[in-house]
């Protein structure tokens, strides 16, 4: 089978040396125990993660040579005898530490989850980390719910601050804050990025190619007699995350995701205390092992959105295993709008949705 193999941590983007390499040879793994099922791997995401974790800068290590990959989905390929949950030919979905950049891949069946009749599979390998991370952090941390919408009662919206917002767990987050009734504002670089968060029907969007991020959010928060930022979503760190917090309200809270900008903010304890912030730290990995069945019920929730057309998984692009690296370099180069997907046997650039 084609597997992708990182064999030293470097830039996977770099043309020299390369990190990673394309076996076509590699075995294809055979089922390690009686609840074992192999899939065959029809989509895979490129995270931001798995860009760090191939330069070693992310909080799990893994021995090399290693696969990467931490979310795909695909379809049954074989199932070992105590097998109860799936049968051959069944659309699954599944987070792994790493191991799905490669054709087949080996997971227990309480590690899968079912992909609803009709989904699109690029779109449901495309959700697990982005969508569920998003959706645990809003809804099972931060409390957004539904009957938060009241639109005639201004004094009872929660403006939701979304950084990032046209990457991959930055789109997730502004649809769920939507749908959660929130106010939603989004903070992207150029014009592509804001035409698709205004797309979403984000209330409105900052756009840092030619925004000052504090103005354009004081301003709208006049124009909508709002005072501040309830919920701050942040996947990006540095500099943005220090100018944001100053938009926060009494009793906001602050979701930290991520630090794609590379440098972790400090948050002084002082203003947490007089302000009454909640800071909640969230890590989807460790969900896993402490807590799978919220995990579970995260991606029942999501599929039953994506099936109600509530959601989309916006793919702006695509590409095959052995182009590993150009989609490596659509993260780098703060291309991607939504996911960047590796997909098996076709390719073509694809907004997915049931
Ligand atoms: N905690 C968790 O469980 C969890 C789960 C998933 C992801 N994450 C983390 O969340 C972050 C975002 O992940 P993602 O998959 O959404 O990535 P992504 O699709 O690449 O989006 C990252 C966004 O960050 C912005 N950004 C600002 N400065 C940047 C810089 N120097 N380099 C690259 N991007 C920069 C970019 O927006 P503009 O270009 O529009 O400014 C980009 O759209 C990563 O740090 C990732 O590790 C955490």
């Known amino acids: 089978m084609e597997a ?22 590699h075995p ?8 074992a099922v192999r899939v065959k791997v029809k989509a895979t995401s490129l ?10 800068k992310y909080q799990e290590k893994h021995s090399l040579p ?3 990959g931490s979310d795909y989905a695909g379809i049954v390929d074989a199932v070992g005898p105590s097998v109860s949950k799936f049968k051959v030919g069944d659309y699954v979905c599944a987070f792994v530490p790493v191991g799905s950049y490669a ?31 998003s959706h645990l952090t809003l809804v099972h941390r931060a409390n957004l719910t539904s009957s938060q919408a009241c639109p005639p009662f201004s004094y009872l919206l929660l403006v939701l601050l979304v950084l990032g917002a046209a990457g991959g767990v930055g789109l997730a987050a502004v649809q769920i804050g939507k749908i959660c009734g929130a106010v939603v504002i ?15 029907g984000v209330d409105h969007v900052v756009d840092l190619m030619n925004q000052n991020v504090t103005a354009s959010v004081k301003e709208f928060l006049k124009s909508r007699n709002l005072k501040g930022v309830d919920v701050l979503y942040d996947p990006v760190g540095g500099n943005l995350a220090k100018e944001t917090m100053k938009l926060l309200n009494w009793g906001a809270q602050i979701l930290v995701i991520g630090f794609a900008s590379g440098e972790i903010p400090i948050i002084p304890t002082n203003i947490i205390l007089v302000k009454n912030w909640t800071v909640h730290g969230f890590y ?3 969900y896993i092992i402490h807590q799978p069945a919220v995990l ?42 939504g996911k960047v997907m590796i997909v098996f046997d076709d390719k073509g650039n694809a907004s997915s949705k049931l």
């Not at 294809?28 to 609840?35: A, E, G, R, V």
């Not at 931001?48 to 974790?53: A, I, M, P, S, V």
């Not at 079912?114 to 697990?128: H, I, Q, R, S, Y």
């Not at 989004?186 to 979403?200: D, F, I, N, T, Y």
Request: charged share 20%.
């Open 4 to 25: 992708l193999l990182c064999k030293r941590l470097g830039d996977p983007t770099s043309s020299f040396e390369s990190p990673i390499e394309l076996s076509r040879n």
């Open 28 to 35: 294809i793994p055979k089922l390690d125990s009686p609840t």
């Open 47 to 56: 995270n931001y993660g798995t860009y760090l974790q191939i330069q070693g």
């Open 66 to 68: 290693f696969i990467p």
């Open 103 to 133: 054709t087949f891949i080996v997971q227990d069946q309480s590690q899968l989850f079912e992909v609803p009749k009709g989904c699109d599979l690029v779109a449901a390998a495309g959700l697990p980390i982005a969508f569920v991370t």
């Open 186 to 200: 989004a903070v992207a670089r150029g014009a592509e990025k804001v035409q698709l968060l205004k797309s979403l």
């Open 284 to 286: 989807w990995g460790s």
């Open 296 to 337: 579970e019920d995260s991606v029942r929730k999501l599929f039953s959105w994506m099936e109600k057309g509530l959601i989309t998984v916006h793919v702006s692009h695509t590409y095959s295993l052995s182009e590993a690296n150009l989609a490596f370099s659509a993260i780098k180069d703060r291309k991607a709008m």
